[in-house]
């Protein structure tokens, strides 16, 4: 799928907008702050994923984390922490992926999740 460019240049508070559209919480400043349709279509796209960054964290690697040091060997629980660094590093990578493609002006769409920022 190739990736919508926007047509007209981005004024600098826009591109705050973009850049606090993907540093979790501040989503909801770029969503209720922005002008443009393009800020706010990514301020909800980087709502989305900071809601499942934070429900991976959560919902996976913190019960997991916690069995492994109460209940496994202690090799195993570092494996654990060695996961959940990785799954840090990949929601890094992804958000500054999405941040340096809003600002230049791209509606990148992240698979699955970018199809439920079209509709909120």
Same mark, same amino acid.
Request: net charge positive; glycine share 4%.
């Given at each position: 799928m190739e990736p919508e460019r926007l047509g007209e240049e981005l004024d600098d508070q826009d591109r705050i907008l973009l850049l606090f559209a993907?540093?979790?919480?501040? /989503? %909801?400043?770029? %969503?209720v702050a922005a002008r443009r349709e393009f800020v706010k279509w990514h301020a909800k796209q980087g709502l989305v994923l900071g809601v499942s960054f934070a429900a991976v964290y959560l919902v996976? %690697?913190?019960?997991?984390? /916690? %069995? /492994?040091?109460? @209940?496994?060997?202690?090799? @195993?629980a570092d494996l654990i922490w060695a996961a959940t660094w990785l799954v840090v590093l990949g929601a890094v990578t992804v958000t500054l992926v999405c941040v340096v493609r809003a600002l230049e002006g791209e509606r990148f769409k992240l698979p699955g999740l970018g199809e439920i920022a079209d509709r909120l």
């Open positions: 993907y540093l979790g919480p501040l /989503a %909801l400043v770029a %969503l996976l %690697l913190r019960p997991a984390i /916690a %069995l /492994a040091t109460r @209940f496994l060997w202690s090799a @195993f």
